[in-house]
């Protein structure tokens, strides 16, 4: 009997100690919770979002909001073994791996520089495509942002060489173009890709204000046609948009600050008062791209009132999962395109929403 009750005494001893133990080992896992959500057509911290310069801008009621995710942990603030099981538990939370946003060898400094860069790009991208679905002329040149070595152009194209054309035709650099047509960087991407491999091409690149033709053979890769050169547009806007979200990183605001610059930009609203929030990428062209996170950035948006959540088709599966699914209506968006028809259709209440 004696020899049980002790049995049991270290047992609960080595029990309580396990759980103790665990309340400080560290665990490499992340915790995503409903972070800020940010009216793109209000103001954060007595300041405008968006702010237009150069052309007319407009208020009007609605809101049209970006959210985020907010993690914790990481490799300098690692989480304990009850917060993770806790956030497990929760219908609120998602637990993953801490390399999903911190790849090995990457510092958490590393990491925000570069979901820094990605917010820039964003802002760029959300106006281009802002400008192009209203019809308001740009300029996109395709500027040389470095080659890939082992293929042609390296060594020949040098990082700042402006392509001016392709074969001896000009890139045209103007948006929109008539019947669609590609312009700046896609151009030269679908000018090169006429091409087969084997074939010559000659490019003529504009170097310190000087041009020099440059001819080389086209490669293959990833099994379709390349010479190795990788492009950014050096986009001329006419009108300046200046947008301020503070310390936010990452891509994922894209669409709504495409719809936010349009309500800016446009005598009526966009909304008709209602209030959206929504998450996804965008590019120059409009298309709408998927963004993880969507089951707490659903949460987000329901708690700060949002009626309607527009999300990439991609990221369309993600919504079942959300604690706020059949709280707030969710709307499946492709295009900056279909983002205005959709807000169209809330406005007037005529025709029907897609759906995830």
Same mark, same amino acid.
């Given at each position: 009997?004696?020899?049980?009750?002790?049995?049991?005494?270290?047992?609960?001893?080595?029990?309580?100690?396990?759980?103790?133990?665990?309340?400080?080992?560290?665990?490499?896992?992340?915790?995503?919770?409903?972070?800020?959500?940010?009216?793109?057509?209000?103001?954060?911290?007595?300041?405008?979002?968006?702010?237009?310069?150069?052309?007319?801008?407009?208020?009007?009621?609605?809101?049209?909001?970006?959210?985020?995710?907010?993690?914790?942990?990481?490799?300098?603030?690692?989480?304990?073994?009850?917060?993770?099981?806790?956030?497990?538990?929760?219908?609120?939370?998602?637990?993953?791996?801490?390399?999903?946003?911190?790849?090995?060898?990457?510092?958490?400094?590393?990491?925000?520089?570069?979901?820094?860069?990605?917010?820039?790009?964003?802002?760029?991208?959300?106006?281009?495509?802002?400008?192009?679905?209203?019809?308001?002329?740009?300029?996109?040149?395709?500027?040389?942002?470095?080659?890939?070595?082992?293929?042609?152009?390296?060594?020949?194209?040098?990082?700042?060489?402006?392509?001016?054309?392709?074969?001896?035709?000009?890139?045209?650099?103007?948006?929109?173009?008539?019947?669609?047509?590609?312009?700046?960087?896609?151009?030269?991407?679908?000018?090169?890709?006429?091409?087969?491999?084997?074939?010559?091409?000659?490019?003529?690149?504009?170097?310190?204000?000087?041009?020099?033709?440059?001819?080389?053979?086209?490669?293959?890769?990833? *099994? $379709? @046609?390349?010479? =190795?050169? /990788?492009? &950014?547009?050096?986009?001329?806007?006419?009108?300046?948009? +200046?947008?301020?979200? !503070?310390?936010? *990183? $990452? @891509?994922?605001? =894209?669409? /709504?600050? &495409?719809?936010?610059?349009?309500?800016?930009?446009?005598? +009526?609203?966009?909304? !008709?008062?209602?209030?959206?929030?929504?998450? =996804?990428?965008?590019?120059?062209?409009?298309?709408?791209?998927?963004?993880?996170?969507?089951?707490?950035?659903?949460?987000?948006?329901?708690?700060?009132?949002?009626?309607?959540?527009?999300?990439?088709?991609?990221?369309?599966?993600?919504?079942?999962?959300?604690?706020?699914?059949?709280?707030?209506?969710?709307?499946?968006?492709?295009?900056?395109?279909?983002?205005?028809?959709?807000?169209?259709?809330?406005?007037?209440?005529?025709?029907?929403?897609?759906?995830?």
């Amino acid at each position: 009997m004696v020899r049980r009750v002790m049995t049991l005494v270290v047992a609960l001893v080595l029990l309580i100690g396990l759980g103790v133990g665990s309340r400080f080992l560290p665990m490499p896992y992340l915790v995503a919770g409903p972070g800020l959500t940010l009216d793109t057509v209000g103001e954060n911290e007595g300041e405008p979002v968006i702010r237009i310069g150069g052309a007319e801008s407009y208020e009007h009621e609605g809101s049209l909001s970006m959210v985020t995710v907010q993690y914790a942990g990481g490799p300098q603030h690692r989480l304990d073994f009850f917060t993770v099981v806790s956030a497990w538990l929760s219908p609120n939370e998602a637990v993953m791996p801490e390399e999903l946003l911190f790849p090995a060898g990457r510092t958490q400094e590393e990491v925000s520089e570069q979901q820094a860069v990605q917010m820039n790009d964003s802002q760029t991208n959300a106006t281009a495509a802002a400008l192009g679905e209203m019809g308001i002329g740009y300029e996109a040149v395709p500027v040389v942002g470095d080659t890939v070595e082992g293929l042609p152009a390296h060594g020949v194209a040098e990082p700042g060489d402006i392509v001016v054309a392709v074969d001896g035709v000009t890139v045209p650099t103007s948006f929109p173009q008539e019947d669609e047509e590609a312009a700046g960087s896609t151009a030269v991407v679908e000018m090169v890709g006429a091409h087969e491999p084997g074939d010559t091409v000659e490019l003529t690149l504009e170097r310190d204000g000087e041009r020099l033709d440059v001819e080389m053979e086209v490669a293959e890769n990833d *099994g $379709g @046609p390349a010479v =190795g050169i /990788m492009l &950014a547009d050096d986009m001329d806007f006419p009108v300046d948009v +200046e947008i301020t979200v !503070g310390d936010i *990183g $990452g @891509p994922s605001a =894209g669409m /709504m600050f &495409a719809l936010g610059i349009m309500d800016r930009l446009s005598q +009526e609203s966009l909304t !008709g008062g209602a209030d959206i929030a929504g998450s =996804g990428t965008i590019d120059p062209a409009g298309t709408v791209g998927g963004v993880s996170g969507i089951q707490q950035k659903m949460v987000s948006a329901q708690r700060a009132g949002a009626e309607y959540f527009f999300v990439a088709a991609e990221s369309c599966s993600q919504t079942t999962e959300s604690a706020a699914s059949g709280e707030i209506e969710v709307v499946r968006i492709e295009t900056l395109t279909d983002a205005v028809e959709a807000l169209e259709t809330i406005r007037t209440g005529e025709g029907s929403l897609p759906r995830c």
